[in-house]
């Protein structure tokens, strides 16, 4: 599957954004989805996970109460919309799939296999 990530941008602390993440060649409802984001320096780390019906969220404790991750399977898209943004939260931001249900247990990037591109979200202060 191919993932296109987009809605990064720079935004005041306190501020809002939403990010999706738009699937192509494979069949979007069989995927595990989630968001890991990296920050200058630091290790790519996990932010957020959805299971292939949408029923089920996972948060980093990071961003719990602030970000809320969704999935249209209609549309082959994820959202993260995050909310009361902090300057912490600047990173790029990757969306990834995998097929692989186990993955949800353990949420570690590297039991995902395909990744998007990376978008961009700047919290200014």
């Known amino acids: 599957v191919q993932l296109q990530a987009s809605g990064g941008g720079l935004v005041q602390a306190g501020g809002s954004l939403r990010l999706s993440c738009a699937a192509s060649?494979?069949?979007?409802?069989?995927?595990?989805m989630a968001w890991f984001r990296q920050s200058p320096g630091k290790e790519r780390e996990f932010v957020a996970a959805i299971s292939k019906s949408g029923g089920s969220t996972y948060y980093a404790d990071s961003v719990k109460g602030r970000f809320t991750f969704s999935r249209d399977n209609v549309k082959n898209t994820v959202y993260l919309q995050m909310n009361s943004l902090k300057p912490e939260d600047t990173a790029v931001y990757y969306c990834?799939?995998?097929?692989?249900?186990?993955?949800?247990?353990?949420?570690?990037?590297?039991?995902?296999?395909?990744w998007g591109q990376g978008t961009l979200v700047t919290v200014s202060s």
């Open positions: 060649g494979g069949t979007f409802g069989t995927y595990v």
């Open positions: 990834a799939a995998t097929p692989n249900y186990s993955a949800l247990y353990y949420l570690q990037r590297s039991d995902f296999g395909s």
